[in-house]
């Protein structure tokens, strides 16, 4: 049991050595170590506040770094459930695709009750997720929206497609304004990926338009400097995340 712990201990000096002082503190002023991984101190009102959007985006990037280089931070779920039970204070709100490829929190290495995520085929806004985003940024204080589409993605692909099938096709008119504004020069086909990645971006850049477009609330915010929204793409290929 003790080498266990030192052997813990020890991951965590070594993984502070190649960070920022802000990250450092994150890594060790902010967990504790047990037995089982490290438990993340549940974010406090007061931490949430003293973030910055642009600390919060630079959070999400370094943890991409560890995610991509296989260095995730060991963790104690169980501990962690326990101690966000009553509260929460995410720093970001992110919007994926439904994809199960895009494992959103270990893309970024964040723990429970350290981000909100929103899930939809083709990461579009609607109502229900402009309410969601709402929610978490003017209510719960999260200082980052991100929409983040992925390569290959299949939403996108069957919008190129102009697939009909059921409600999806209802729910591919979201995503068909990316594909006919997308400017290319070439074959506008599923056939080529560098078309279907152009459509890629021009959709997650549709989304933010439409955030700001329909959610004034967002948009003051924004504007304001409260927050920041960003985007990226996720490459299914090597984990990265490309931002826009």
């Known amino acids: 049991m003790t080498l266990r ?36 101190e549940v974010l406090t009102k007061e931490g949430q506040d003293a973030l910055s959007p642009d600390s919060v985006l630079h959070i999400l990037k370094i943890g991409n770094q560890r995610f991509v280089n296989n260095d995730l931070t060991a963790r104690n779920h169980s501990e962690q459930v326990r101690n966000s039970a009553m509260s929460q204070y995410p720093k970001a709100i992110i919007l994926s695709c439904v994809d199960s490829r895009v494992p959103v929190e270990d893309v970024f290495d964040r723990g429970i009750g350290d981000i909100f995520v929103a899930r939809v085929a083709g990461n579009f806004v609607n109502e229900d997720i402009l309410g969601s985003m709402e929610f978490a940024c003017k209510v719960s204080g999260s200082k980052v929206i991100l929409v983040m589409g992925h390569e290959n993605c299949g939403a996108i692909k069957a919008a ?52 700001r477009l329909k959610s004034p609330i967002l948009k003051e915010m924004e504007d304001t400097g409260k927050i920041k929204i960003a985007g990226a793409v996720y490459d299914l290929g090597n984990g990265e995340v490309e931002w826009l």
């Open 160 to 211: 190129i497609d102009d697939v009909h099938l059921g409600n999806i096709t209802s729910m591919l008119t979201n995503i068909k304004p990316a594909v006919n504004d997308t400017s290319f020069h070439g074959e506008r086909s599923t056939k080529n990926p560098e078309f279907v990645h152009s459509v890629c971006i021009g959709n997650v850049r549709h989304t933010i338009e439409q955030i």
């Open 5 to 40: 712990i030192f052997v813990l201990f020890s991951a965590v000096l070594l993984v502070s050595c190649s960070k920022t002082p802000q990250e450092t503190h994150e890594a060790i002023n902010s967990k504790s170590l047990t037995p089982h991984g490290l438990v993340e």
